[in-house]
């Protein structure tokens, strides 16, 4: 058995073959413009979201940058690789991303 957050597998493989093949969901969410340009470039890959949404591994967020109460038009795309409750705030998670092509 292996424990990925909160989801169990029974081996790594099978974990692997639901993150690569199994996308869940595809989560359009506003994020800030000073959190925008880190996560597009990797520097920041998680997110700590209320999980109103019933996030899965293998699922897509869809960020859409935004500013001062308006979209920008800027948007970029990651897979929810990890997730984790551990120490969060009651129903918020974090979220490991990763891009889209590093998934294929």
């Known amino acids: 058995m292996v424990n ?5 597998f029974n081996s790594e493989h099978e974990y692997l073959q639901d993150l690569l093949l199994g996308v ?23 997110e700590i979201r209320y999980n109103d949404r019933g996030f899965r591994v293998g ?3 869809r960020l859409h940058e935004w500013i001062d109460g308006e979209y920008t038009g800027n948007q970029v ?9 551990y120490e969060q705030k009651t129903g918020f998670v974090v979220l490991g991303l990763m891009d889209i092509l590093e998934a294929e």
């Open 77 to 85: 795309s990651k897979i929810v690789k990890y997730i984790s409750s």
């Open 4 to 8: 990925k957050g909160q989801l169990n």
């Open 59 to 61: 699922d897509i967020l």
């Open 24 to 46: 869940k969901n595809i989560h359009d969410l506003k994020i800030e413009h000073i959190f925008f340009q880190d996560v597009r470039n990797g520097i920041k890959d998680f």
